[in-house]
């Protein structure tokens, strides 16, 4: 499990993105880099981190299901995610 400070650290940094958003893409359509570069560093959603929804792990993030690869192995051996099966040949 991640430190709890790590995902608010990441939520705050996703509210601050959601906020700036529309600024952003209107001061990138007229290409004012100096008005971008007065904005919070953490407006950027570059900063935002990929984490699992149940662990808070950032490494081994799988997209498709938002969870890390041991959460989704863990959950898909219990079948708890549909249509997942362990291969077998």
Do not use: Q
Not at 9 to 28: G, M, S
Not at 44 to 59: H, I, L, T, Y
Not at 72 to 82: C, Q, S, T, Y
């Amino acid at each position: 499990m991640a430190k709890k400070s790590w995902l608010e650290r990441n939520k705050k940094k996703t509210e601050t993105v959601k906020k700036f958003a529309t600024l952003r893409a209107e001061l990138k359509a007229k290409g004012d880099y100096a008005g971008l570069s007065k904005l919070p560093k953490n407006a950027s959603p570059v900063r935002v981190v990929n984490r699992c929804k149940f662990s808070g792990r950032r490494r081994g993030y799988l997209r498709k299901y938002g969870c890390s690869r041991l959460t989704f192995r863990e959950a898909a051996l219990n079948g708890l995610i549909p249509g997942v099966i362990k291969a077998s040949w």
